[in-house]
């Protein structure tokens, strides 16, 4: 159940990160409201996620989803470039995220 909670920890993280763009710096209120309401559920979560599985491996999965999420979306929603490089680390990102889950 916390790899479940984590996950969806990760997923928020994503939806706050790409919304940072959509708020212009905090000046639209609707998109500035869903990233305050993402960042504090994810960090809650996180939290919770923490109670049962070892910090730094809690940690460690939920940046790897937010960063892998994030660039993901980012060229899916926001046209930023998605080259050669950007997939070979985003694999190794997913690499780590395997290999904590299975050593945890």
């Not at 990760?10 to 500035?32: D, I, M, N």
């Not at 809690?58 to 490089?85: D, H, K, N, R, S």
Request: charge should be positive; glycine fraction near 14%; aromatic fraction near 8%.
């Amino acid at each position: 159940m916390a790899w479940l909670v984590l996950l969806l920890a990760g997923l928020l993280e994503v939806g706050w990160a790409v919304g940072l763009k959509y708020t212009e710096g905090f000046s639209r209120l609707w998109p500035s409201v869903w990233v305050g309401i993402s960042m504090i559920l994810s960090v809650a979560l996180l939290s919770v996620a923490m109670k049962t599985l070892p910090a730094g491996t809690a940690y460690a999965v939920w940046t790897g989803i937010g960063a892998a999420g994030t660039v993901i979306l980012g060229a899916a929603l926001l046209g930023e470039p998605l080259g050669i490089g950007r997939v070979v680390c985003l694999a190794l990102i997913l690499c780590g995220v395997i290999g904590l889950k299975l050593v945890s």
